[in-house]
């Protein structure tokens, strides 16, 4: 019985929280043409614009009060279930912007990921540092038949020394961006509600990463645990 009861509450312990977004916003141009769909996620029930990768084993997501994604894997392989909705591309240039909580666990990173239909994926997410700072990382990774990459950008701001000078704290919530044009992304962070955007230079995907074209590709908010 002690064993049992120590091993529950190893899982209790183990276990990862879930993880909030208050909205997600899409803008897709086409010459003078421009289409804005926002979704707060206030709905019980998640708006049918959203896809998932594939059939879910369990239900990992809930919706009401904004967006909750509870972590299911730690990978984007094609075999692994991803926390994970998207709004389908129909745009080769368009704007996502999503409003993602900083997690409390260090072990998870919260933020958006594009997917195309050649297997490519890029991410730009948010987590937090071991001394409680914040940080970010971009990635592009590859599980399509023609080549198998990965590559990975750490880009730590927001660090706990920057605010304490100001006296503040890091913020409890972020906004991320990704801008497309054809085939040219560029990520950006804000830190004050959209009142200014820090762009991460380091964080573009271009086409010798793999990313040729987004239409009818994915783009959403996602959540993953690191081990």
């Excluded at 239909?117 to 399509?144: C, L, M, T, Y």
């Excluded at 990965?150 to 701001?157: F, G, I, N, S, Y």
């Amino acid at each position: 019985m002690k064993a049992l009861i120590g091993f529950l509450l190893l899982a209790v312990i183990a276990a990862a929280e879930p993880v909030k977004s208050a909205w997600a916003e899409y803008v897709g141009s086409v010459e003078a043409d421009e289409v804005r769909w926002r979704d707060r996620f206030g709905r019980q029930e998640l708006n049918p614009r959203w896809e998932l990768l594939k059939p879910p084993t369990a239900k990992w997501w809930s919706t009401g009060w904004g967006l909750e994604l509870e972590p299911v894997s730690k990978g984007f392989g094609s075999e692994t279930e991803l926390a994970f909705v998207g709004y389908r591309i129909g745009h080769r240039r368009f704007t996502f912007t999503v409003q993602v909580e900083v997690p409390r666990d260090s072990r998870l990173k919260m933020g958006l990921v594009l997917f195309d239909k050649a297997g490519n994926s890029h991410r730009f997410a948010v987590w937090r540092g071991p001394r409680g700072g914040i940080e970010f990382v971009q990635k592009s990774s590859s599980s399509g038949p023609a080549a198998h990459w990965e590559t990975e950008t750490a880009l730590p701001v927001l660090s706990v020394l920057s605010y304490s000078s100001e006296g503040h704290k890091p913020p409890e919530k972020v906004w991320l961006r990704m801008e497309a044009d054809e085939n040219h992304y560029e990520f950006s962070y804000s830190a004050n509600q959209g009142e200014t955007w820090i762009e991460l230079e380091r964080g573009r995907a271009t086409r010798e990463t793999g990313m040729l074209n987004p239409l009818g590709g994915m783009v959403g908010p996602f959540v993953e645990r690191s081990y």
